[in-house]
């Protein structure tokens, strides 16, 4: 069983996982030094709906949704709703896999094939997916600290902020809403995303009346954690600079050198990084056997099994690059995929929740 604190660790842990490194915000929507403002409407977009998930998952203690929305949808319309959720964290799981094999050999090691980092992240994703989410809960507060430690550390020695840089996030709204919202996009997908493991995790959570806050509260932090690191980028390499680069966050650390200290920031943003997404994707690969494990009434940890030996050949193979980078983060990607999850899986089981409530259902 985890706590709620441990959820809020898990949440927060892998959504700054997900957007420390590539930073969609900055590089989708053409939002330019308006980006920050749209980090602050990501963060409020996905609150509102991930405490909505929150919310059921509280109202259902000891089940997740691959459970509940069978109560409350019947049997084919609870697997098709808890299937949307499933799959998509599955295909994340495999995404975010194959990118850090492909980030780790484009700037390090270009003569090292995918499937040989590929695979033994998968594989750790597998090991933890199996340990239980108690595990999991108890690895988030490490890693955690550890990450906040190093992101701290690191905006520090990349410039203190002064009032001069700040001011460069200046003409606000220059260009108007419209690419600030675009620019949200992503990285409000990315905050539904993580915030929904709440769906999943939420059976093994005590102290469930909680579990919207400690969502809540872990989509609120990364938020200012993104916030941070947004201005510290556009302000150091400038909005048309910062864009220009797949990975802003690493060109920003690879262009600090403090004689004495420190001569390669990028390789200690990076560690955090892989630690981060190794863990954003156990997390993931957990989520998704437990709500397929529910709601066909199999152990989740065969489920786990089955999903790690069905990912090794993608994950090995350049097939899937197609939806890494910028076409993943791309404002139809993340949009429709949104969508997709808002209508299919939160809408219908949050609307047979009310009438279930009206017609006095427990």
Not at 56 to 85: C, E, V, Y
Not at 111 to 139: H, S
Not at 184 to 190: G, K, N, T
Request: glycine letters at 8%; one cysteine or more.
């Amino acid at each position: 069983m985890i706590n709620p604190r441990q959820l809020f660790f898990i949440i927060a842990l892998t959504r700054i996982s997900a957007l420390l490194v590539l930073l969609p915000v900055v590089t989708a929507g053409n939002a330019l030094q308006d980006a920050w403002i749209s980090v602050i409407v990501a963060t409020v977009v996905a609150i509102l709906f991930v405490w909505l998930g929150a919310y059921l998952a509280m109202k259902h203690p000891g089940k997740s949704l691959g459970q509940f929305s069978r109560d409350l949808l019947g049997k084919t319309g609870g697997a098709i709703t808890t299937g949307l959720l499933a799959i998509s964290f599955y295909v994340l799981c495999l995404i975010r896999t194959r990118l850090v094999s492909l980030v780790i050999i484009s700037h390090f090691m270009p003569k090292t094939p995918g499937w040989a980092l590929a695979i033994p992240v998968l594989l750790t994703a597998f090991y933890g997916a199996m340990m239980g989410p108690d595990t999991v809960g108890r690895a988030s507060e490490f890693l955690f600290t550890v990450m906040a430690l190093i992101i701290v550390v690191s905006m520090v020695m990349s410039y203190v902020w002064s009032a001069e840089r700040v001011a460069g996030l200046k003409p606000v709204l220059s260009r108007g809403l419209r690419p600030v919202f675009g620019a949200a996009v992503p990285a409000a997908f990315l905050g539904l995303m993580s915030g929904l493991r709440v769906l999943a995790l939420g059976r093994f959570t005590v102290e469930e009346h909680k579990m919207p806050k400690a969502t809540a509260l872990a989509l609120l932090v990364s938020g200012l954690v993104l916030l941070v690191v947004t201005i510290d980028v556009l302000t150091t390499l400038g909005p048309a600079q910062a864009q220009a680069y797949v990975m802003p966050v690493l060109a920003l650390a690879s262009s600090v050198f403090i004689e004495g200290i420190l001569e390669r920031l990028d390789l200690v943003l990076m560690t955090a990084w892989v630690l981060g997404i190794t863990f954003d994707v156990t997390v993931l690969l957990a989520s998704s056997s437990i709500l397929i494990g529910d709601s066909l009434g199999i152990g989740h940890r065969k489920v786990a099994a089955a999903l790690f030996l069905l990912g090794v050949v993608p994950v090995s193979h350049r097939f899937t690059d197609i939806f890494v980078m910028r076409q993943l983060h791309s404002i139809p990607v993340t949009g429709i995929w949104s969508a997709a999850i808002c209508v299919g899986t939160l809408a219908p089981v949050f609307i047979a929740y009310l009438i279930k409530k009206r017609r006095g259902g427990s």
